[in-house]
């Protein structure tokens, strides 16, 4: 089956810190992979993403590479902000299943002191 | 452009009751999928409606349902509510032409807390 896996947290991180929140998954197929973010009090956000294949994504300063040799798909960003903090979730969207639903891992906070 | 609303934002109910949620998809968008989000956990699918029909579902009893309307606004429903049904429950829009890209379009969500 699909299934994503996350992780733990929370993590917490000085401002121009490096980070690393690391993503394993697992398909059945051939997955798109995607970080969405989750600020307080908003709703969940699309970060980036990566259809296939040792693309990768990025925005905001945060990268990911699909990396299908170890079907992973971690978060990295060179240097945190307080902005940054949130909470963050991999997901994986199978093309062989609905159209468009998402497989979420369970998240990860990450908290950036100033 | 409109972006996905929810509604109410939160709500108690007690255990046995029945409660309905509403979405506003975003604007342009015909697909509607509905998420659950248990504390600590990450979104699990509910079901998702395209074009006014059930397009999928996860695994959730039959006691959770849903309708699209025309417009593409949607509905969830859950019958005899339970404790472990409290929850975020979101809902999200996209576009069905752009097959499996899973860029959805997430509101802020209703949070539902039964007693």
């Known amino acids: 089956g699909n299934s994503v896996t996350q992780m733990e947290g929370p993590v917490t991180l000085s401002e121009e810190a490096f980070l690393t929140i690391n993503c394993t998954y697992t398909?059945?197929?051939?997955?798109?992979l995607f970080w969405y973010v989750q600020y307080p009090g908003e709703g969940l956000q699309l970060l980036l993403k990566?259809?296939?294949?040792?693309d990768k994504g990025s925005n905001k300063g945060f990268e990911a590479t699909y990396r299908k040799e170890t079907t992973s798909f971690h978060l990295e960003k060179g240097s945190v902000q307080v902005s940054d903090s949130a909470v963050y979730f991999c997901?994986?969207?199978?093309?062989?299943?609905?159209?468009?639903?998402?497989?979420f891992g369970r998240g990860t906070q990450l908290t950036v002191w100033p | 452009e409109t972006g996905v609303t929810q509604s109410p934002t939160h709500l108690i109910k007690t255990r046995g009751q029945q409660v309905t949620l509403r979405c506003s998809s975003q604007?342009?968008?015909?697909?509607v999928s509905w998420y659950q989000q248990a504390l600590g956990q990450g979104p699990q699918f509910i079901f998702q409606?395209?074009?006014?029909?059930?397009?999928g579902r996860g695994n959730f009893p039959p006691r959770f349902s849903g309708l699209q309307f025309p417009n593409y606004s949607s509905e969830l429903n859950v019958n005899a509510l339970e404790l472990d049904d409290s929850a975020l429950y979101l809902c999200?829009?996209?576009?069905?032409?752009?097959?499996?890209?899973?860029?959805?379009?997430f509101g802020e969500g209703s949070r539902l807390t039964v007693l």
């Open positions: 409606y395209y074009r006014e029909e059930e397009n």
């Open positions: 398909a059945t197929g051939y997955p798109s």
């Open positions: 990566a259809t296939k294949a040792d």
């Open positions: 997901a994986l969207s199978d093309r062989g299943s609905t159209l468009g639903r998402l497989y």
């Open positions: 604007s342009g968008h015909n697909t």
């Open positions: 999200a829009s996209s576009w069905g032409g752009t097959v499996n890209t899973g860029e959805l379009f």
